[in-house]
C-alpha cells in the first residue's frame, strides 16, 4: 500500500508532496481508498461532504468503530503525515482477520478531505462541515489562491457542491473515532517509545494580517518618503519570535502575499498568514494580542493601515478520558501519553463523538516537510498498536 501512494503528487524538485484538495493528485489518492476498501469486500461510499468511508459491517448498525486520517498534503509535505494513519487503519483491518476475531461492532476506514487546508485556507474542511462547524455558505466562499471557490472545485471533480453541510446523523452511529497519527514532535524519540496516546491538542488559529502601504519605485523614492508595509511586516514576523518566546508558545509565519511583487517595486500590499499555538487558551490570546499590538505600532510608525482577520480557531481539545483510558488499558498500561501543538480531525470530531489519537514515533521529529519519517519497525508497531485497540473496541 505504501509503495502505490509514494508516486502520487509527489514533486521531482522537492521531493514533498502536492496533494491538494480536488485536484488530480487528491483523485489519485481518493481512487486508491477506494481500491483498497473494494479489495477487502468493505462498503464503499462518498458522504455529503467528499470524505470516504470503507465499511465491515453494516454502517446503519450505530456504535460503530472507525479508524482513519487524511490523505491531502501541505505543499512539500512529507508521506507520513495523514497517509500514515489511512494505511495503517486498512493494515490493522487486515491483521485483526488474520487473527479471526469476531467483531461486534460495526469497523470503518474513513478519508477525511481537505484536513491540512492547503488549497482553500481551512484546515479540516470535510470533518469541519461533517460536524457543523462550517456552514454551506461558508464554505462555498472559500477561495484559492488563483481564485477557484470551492465550490467550483467540488464540482469539477465530480462532486455535489450543494450537497455539503452538517451530517450529525452520520456521527451519531459512531461510537467511537481512533486516529493513528505520526508525531509531529520528538517527544517519543526522547522516551524510546515507538507508540504514544494524545492527551490534547493545544488551542490554535490562523491570522491574516493585510499590511497596506503605496507602492513606488524602488530606485527613485527617497527612503524617507516610503510607505513601506514589507518593513512592517519584518518587524511584525520577528515579534511574533519574540512574543511566543517569551510565553512558552510558539508563533509563525510562514505564509506571504506580496503586491505588486516586483524586484524594483515597494510594494503595495504585504498580506501575511500568522500561525499560532499554547498550551492554554490565556497563553495564546496574549501571544496574538502583544503581536498584533506590535505590528499595529510599527505600522503607525511606517505609514501602513494593518487589517487582522482571525480566518481559523480551534480552542483547546481534551479527548475524552474514558475513550483515552480505555486505549491505555488495551494498551497494556505502560504507554505515554502526551499533546501536541497540531490540530486533526479526530480534534474537530471530538466536540461531536468520543475520540482518540494514537502516535507513532517520529525519530526526526521533523513535519510537514520531506525529511519527515518513520521507521518501518515504528509503523508495524503502530499497525499492531491500533489493532489490539480496534480488537478491545469491537471485537470483545
Known amino acids: 500500500m505504501w509503495a502505490d501512494l509514494a508516486g502520487i503528487g509527489r514533486s521531482a524538485e522537492s521531493g514533498g508532496y502536492r496533494r491538494y484538495a480536488w485536484t488530480a493528485a487528491d483523485a489519485e489518492c481518493r481512487a486508491w481508498f477506494r481500491e483498497q476498501a473494494e479489495a477487502r469486500g468493505l462498503v464503499y461510499e462518498v458522504d455529503r461532504n467528499g470524505n470516504q468511508w470503507a465499511w465491515l459491517g453494516d454502517p446503519a448498525a450505530g456504535d460503530a468503530v472507525v479508524t482513519g486520517s487524511h490523505l491531502d498534503s501541505v505543499p512539500d509535505g512529507g508521506a507520513f503525515d495523514g497517509p500514515l494513519g489511512v494505511v495503517s487503519s486498512f493494515a490493522a483491518l487486515d491483521e485483526l482477520r488474520s487473527r479471526g476475531v469476531t467483531f461486534n461492532r460495526p469497523v470503518a476506514v474513513a478519508n477525511f478531505g481537505d484536513e491540512e487546508g492547503a488549497r482553500f485556507g481551512l484546515a479540516c474542511t470535510g470533518s469541519r462541515l461533517t460536524a457543523g462547524q462550517l456552514t454551506?455558505?461558508?464554505?462555498?466562499?472559500?477561495?484559492?489562491?488563483?481564485?477557484?471557490?470551492?465550490?467550483?472545485?467540488?464540482?469539477?471533480?465530480?462532486?455535489?457542491?450543494?450537497?455539503?453541510?452538517?451530517?450529525?446523523?452520520?456521527?451519531?452511529?459512531?461510537?467511537?473515532?481512533?486516529?493513528?497519527?505520526?508525531?509531529?514532535?520528538?517527544?517519543?524519540?526522547?522516551?524510546?517509545?515507538?507508540?504514544?496516546?494524545?492527551?490534547?491538542?493545544?488551542?490554535?488559529?490562523?491570522?491574516?494580517?493585510?499590511?497596506?502601504?503605496?507602492?513606488?519605485?524602488?530606485?527613485?523614492?527617497?527612503?524617507?518618503?516610503?510607505?513601506?508595509?514589507?518593513?512592517?511586516?519584518?518587524?511584525?514576523?520577528?515579534?511574533?519570535?519574540?512574543?511566543?518566546?517569551?510565553?512558552?508558545?510558539?508563533?509563525?509565519?510562514?505564509?506571504?502575499?506580496?503586491?505588486?511583487?516586483?524586484?524594483?517595486?515597494?510594494?503595495?500590499?504585504?498580506?501575511?498568514?500568522?500561525?499560532?499555538?499554547?498550551?492554554?487558551?490565556?497563553?495564546?490570546?496574549?501571544?496574538?494580542?502583544?503581536?498584533?499590538?506590535?505590528?499595529?505600532?510599527?505600522?503607525?510608525?511606517?505609514?501602513?493601515?494593518?487589517?487582522?482577520?482571525?480566518?481559523?480557531?480551534?480552542?483547546?481539545?481534551?479527548?475524552?478520558?474514558?475513550?483515552?483510558?480505555?486505549?491505555?488499558?488495551?494498551?497494556?498500561?505502560?504507554?505515554?501519553?502526551?499533546?501536541?501543538?497540531?490540530?486533526?480531525?479526530?480534534?474537530i470530531l471530538s466536540g461531536s463523538i468520543p475520540t482518540a489519537m494514537l502516535f507513532v514515533r517520529n525519530p526526526t521529529g521533523v513535519s510537514h516537510s520531506p525529511a519527515e519519517f518513520a521507521a518501518e519497525d515504528d509503523c508495524a508497531a503502530g499497525v499492531l498498536a491500533l489493532a489490539d485497540v480496534l480488537e478491545g473496541l469491537a471485537c470483545r
Open 136 to 347: 454551506r455558505e461558508a464554505a462555498h466562499a472559500l477561495r484559492d489562491a488563483d481564485g477557484v471557490r470551492l465550490a467550483q472545485a467540488m464540482e469539477a471533480a465530480g462532486h455535489d457542491p450543494d450537497a455539503i453541510g452538517s451530517d450529525l446523523e452520520r456521527l451519531g452511529r459512531i461510537g467511537a473515532f481512533v486516529e493513528l497519527h505520526i508525531e509531529q514532535g520528538r517527544a517519543l524519540d526522547l522516551t524510546r517509545d515507538r507508540v504514544g496516546i494524545a492527551s490534547a491538542i493545544w488551542p490554535h488559529g490562523r491570522w491574516r494580517f493585510d499590511f497596506r502601504g503605496e507602492a513606488n519605485h524602488a530606485g527613485t523614492t527617497r527612503l524617507a518618503d516610503r510607505r513601506d508595509p514589507m518593513l512592517t511586516y519584518a518587524e511584525t514576523v520577528l515579534a511574533a519570535r519574540r512574543e511566543a518566546e517569551l510565553a512558552g508558545a510558539v508563533a509563525t509565519f510562514g505564509k506571504v502575499a506580496v503586491e505588486p511583487n516586483g524586484v524594483n517595486a515597494i510594494p503595495s500590499l504585504v498580506r501575511g498568514w500568522l500561525d499560532s499555538r499554547a498550551a492554554d487558551q490565556d497563553v495564546l490570546d496574549t501571544v496574538v494580542a502583544a503581536v498584533e499590538a506590535a505590528a499595529r505600532e510599527r505600522a503607525q510608525r511606517d505609514g501602513v493601515d494593518l487589517d487582522v482577520v482571525r480566518e481559523s480557531f480551534t480552542p483547546v481539545v481534551e479527548f475524552e478520558h474514558a475513550l483515552r483510558d480505555e486505549l491505555g488499558k488495551i494498551l497494556g498500561g505502560a504507554v505515554p501519553v502526551l499533546g501536541t501543538g497540531a490540530g486533526h480531525d479526530a480534534g
